[in-house]
């Protein structure tokens, strides 16, 4: 705001902070305001960038700030209202001061985080302290940035230290030389990680040709013990069909019917022939007592 208001014109940046300027005469040495019939081209341009001054605050702030300061007489009436509401009175400022001063003392740079964002950071601090009124020299701030890196720049710390004057160093030079070096700790840190890639690879292609080699060895033995299997299935079913064979070769014939598996004794063409001769007998028996007691009729 402060920036704009210069740049409109430096008189309106002098007319808010000091208060307006009312043209006046002195007459026996006593000031007074001037009237208005005597007022000059200089005096109609001193009450014109008063009201100038007034408007341009009018139209930076928004509806609920300009209900708060519509009621103010002059520019650096309404620029103190809005400077006591958004940085407070002098012991709300120091209050906020002891914060940032702490936040500066214990700043530190993360060891994920890349030099920009760090000092992205650290000048936001930087800046909120010195829109307070409290600022730090060049010379601190070199020191400071290097304090705060982690222990992995600490070579780099240590180069900076004995090559540069830390008390003529800019900062931004600074800035230059420290993030000049993380990109070529980086470039070392891919260098590394495409070795490490490249071994594993090796590694497990090692791995992968070896894993092939058991499984074909495993495969070869599973296939040889497979073959086994099957002769000796062959065989045991030869051995089976043989023993079938000679089974069915030592198998008994029967005599009576010239069938095999059974001996004449066992022959059911024998047993039959027994019960019919049985029965026949029985016949013959019953037949022969008829005719004895038909011949002893008188």
């Not at 009175?89 to 936040?103: D, F, H, P, R």
């Not at 180069?159 to 800019?170: F, G």
């Not at 047993?271 to 019919?276: R, S, T």
Request: net charge positive; aromatic share 10%; hydrophobic share 30%.
């Amino acid at each position: 705001m402060t920036i704009f208001l210069q740049s409109l014109d430096y008189q309106l940046w002098h007319i808010i902070v000091n208060g307006p300027r009312m043209p006046t005469r002195t007459i026996e040495g006593v000031v007074s305001p001037k009237p208005v019939n005597e007022y000059n081209d200089n005096d109609f341009r001193m009450l014109q960038l008063n009201s100038k001054a007034k408007h341009v605050l009018f139209c930076a702030v928004g509806p609920n700030e300009f209900n708060r300061i519509s009621s103010c007489d002059s520019a650096k009436e309404m620029w103190d209202l809005l400077e006591v509401t958004y940085e407070g009175t002098n012991q709300v400022k120091e209050s906020k001061i002891s914060m940032l001063v702490q936040e500066y003392e214990l700043f530190m740079m993360h060891n994920d985080e890349c030099i920009s964002y760090m000092f992205t950071r650290f000048t936001t601090i930087i800046n909120s302290l010195k829109n307070l009124g409290k600022s730090y020299p060049n010379q601190e701030l070199v020191k400071k940035i290097l304090r705060c890196l982690p222990k992995i720049w600490t070579p780099k710390v240590i180069a900076i230290k004995e090559a540069k004057d830390l008390s003529t160093l800019p900062l931004e030079q600074l800035l230059g030389s420290l993030m000049t070096h993380e990109t070529t700790m980086k470039n070392h840190e891919n260098v590394e990680v495409k070795k490490k890639k490249s071994i594993a690879f090796k590694a497990s292609k090692e791995d992968s040709e070896s894993d092939e080699d058991g499984n074909v060895v495993l495969i070869t033995s599973q296939f040889k013990r497979f073959l086994k299997n099957q002769k000796g299935k062959k065989a045991f079913k030869k051995e089976f069909l043989q023993d079938e064979e000679s089974s069915k070769r030592e198998e008994p014939t029967c005599y009576e019917c010239n069938k095999p598996g059974h001996f004449k004794n066992e022959c059911p063409n024998l047993k039959n022939k027994k019960q019919f001769k049985k029965k026949n007998e029985y016949f013959k028996k019953k037949k022969a007592m008829v005719a004895t007691w038909s011949d002893s009729d008188p």
